[in-house]
């Protein structure tokens, strides 16, 4: 009896390390995405730019198209916000942002004093747009391709060497394929 004690103590602690160690190789930035392979969710917003101009699902047709959601309020969306604008102007690949839970002050002074990298801005200020599109946290960037599927989807804010291992290459792929 006096030996169970001692046994079943050390064999849970064993179980928990192995489950831990199992958990340590996960990379919890890579979340699966329901949304990939599918077309992009259908959406109709005002731009940022004016509340006549509008954006649907139907604009990110025609061409590869990166979306990136982000807010004023995001300070991981101040941190990938250079890196962005880099991937924009390497592949050429036009950028379109959705504010998310924002205000329309709020996103238009932010992109005055970091500069306006997207190619249009859709203003979601409820974020109803963002939980139809899978969004769990800002930032998060999908990557369109020409016919309006979703092909990658970046969860957090873009690192440099996620940028230039998997992003651009990506971009630049289906870029060929749209030839």
């Known amino acids: 009896m006096m030996r169970?004690?001692?046994?079943?103590?050390?064999l849970v602690v064993f179980v928990l390390i192995v489950l831990l160690g199992y958990g340590l190789t996960r990379r919890p930035d890579i979340l699966p995405s329901a949304f990939i392979d599918k077309p992009a969710p259908a959406f109709d917003l005002p731009t940022l730019a004016s509340d006549?101009?509008?954006?649907?699902a139907a604009d990110l047709k025609g061409s590869v198209t990166l979306v990136n959601v982000w807010a004023s309020w995001?300070?991981?969306?101040?941190?990938?916000?250079e890196l962005i604008t880099a991937v924009s102007r390497r592949t050429g690949v036009p950028v379109v942002?959705?504010?998310?839970?924002?205000?329309?002050?709020?996103?238009?002074?932010?992109?005055?004093r970091y500069g306006n990298p997207f190619a249009?801005?859709?203003?979601?200020?409820?974020?109803?747009?963002?939980?139809?599109?899978?969004?769990?946290?800002?930032?998060?960037?999908?990557v369109i391709d020409a016919e309006g599927i979703i092909r990658y989807k970046v969860v957090g804010p873009i690192t440099r060497e996620e940028m230039n291992a998997t992003?651009?290459?990506?971009?630049?792929q289906l870029k060929g394929a749209d030839s």
């Open 120 to 142: 249009v801005v859709a203003f979601d200020p409820s974020g109803a747009v963002g939980i139809d599109w899978g969004v769990s946290a800002v930032p998060e960037t999908f």
């Open 4 to 10: 169970w004690r001692l046994i079943v103590p050390v």
């Open 74 to 81: 995001c300070v991981a969306c101040r941190a990938e916000h």
């Open 97 to 112: 942002g959705l504010n998310y839970k924002d205000t329309e002050e709020d996103a238009l002074r932010w992109l005055g």
């Open 52 to 56: 006549r101009e509008r954006i649907s």
């Open 167 to 172: 992003l651009i290459p990506k971009l630049e």
